[in-house]
């Protein structure tokens, strides 16, 4: 079946970087989306940006421009999730998700939506 | 980039309720909106994708309606095991947003 398992939780110091991994499994890991969204401690859900695993082309929320990279190695069906400069505000939990279209049906990210959900991975920042 | 608005925040209900809750966005966003469930410390689960589908293995007493700026999910029979907080997505353009939210307690 269609799994993503992602890394374990992690403690950050303001200004630090952390680097989430979700491994894909049951699936052909380059023909799908993968989106990561986070949530804030009793706050609601914020997409945070979406990579193609195929070519690693992305696209980043505005709001994290310049402090997020998400990467792909397909060798192993993992995809990443770097947050750099990391402040208090960041603590949350992470997760990734899959756009269950196939790639090569859709023209681009529009229209979709995350089925199935990575099991989370909480980002505490704190020093 | 667009924002999605849900109402209520909250609400209390009653098991066999009917229940609506609402998801307005600021601009047309077609039928590009997906309505999600999630459970305390759970990843939400889809129910509802392009505004109307429902997704496979969730009960029909879901369904949601609505298309340009203006949804909605309705439960028809509230559940015990619907209790949890609802969050609507536009994926209309490439920068996708959720709604705040709209939890369901029970009453």
């Known amino acids: 079946q269609v799994q993503l398992v992602q890394s374990g939780a992690e403690v950050k110091k303001p200004g630090a970087s952390v680097k989430v991994s979700c491994k894909a499994s049951?699936?052909?890991?380059?023909?799908?989306?993968i989106h990561w969204v986070r949530q804030a401690p009793g706050q609601g859900l914020e997409w945070m940006g979406v990579i193609n695993p195929s070519g690693g082309s992305t696209t980043y929320a505005r709001k994290l421009q310049g402090r997020v990279t998400m990467t792909r190695d397909t060798s192993t069906s993992t995809v990443y999730m770097e947050l750099r400069s990391l402040r208090s505000e960041d603590t949350a939990v992470y997760y990734c998700?899959?756009?269950?279209?196939?790639?090569?049906?859709?023209?681009?990210?529009?229209?979709?939506?995350?089925?199935?959900w990575g099991q989370g991975t909480l980002v505490t920042v704190s020093s | 980039d667009i924002q999605m608005t849900q109402s209520p925040s909250s609400l209390s209900a009653s098991v066999g309720d009917r229940v609506t809750i609402t998801c307005r966005a600021n601009e047309t966003i077609g039928s590009s909106l997906n309505w999600y469930q999630q459970k305390p410390g759970k990843a939400p689960q889809v129910l509802i994708f392009a505004a109307s589908s429902l997704q496979s293995g969730v009960s029909s007493r879901f369904s949601g309606s609505g298309s340009g700026t203006d949804f909605t999910l309705t439960i028809s029979s509230l559940q015990p095991e619907d209790f949890a907080t609802y969050y609507c997505?536009?994926?209309?353009?490439?920068?996708?947003?959720f709604g705040q939210g709209t939890k369901v307690e029970i009453k």
């Open positions: 997505q536009q994926s209309y353009t490439t920068w996708w947003t």
């Open positions: 049951g699936y052909t890991f380059t023909s799908f989306y």
């Open positions: 998700a899959r756009d269950p279209r196939f790639i090569s049906m859709v023209r681009g990210v529009g229209r979709g939506w995350c089925d199935p």
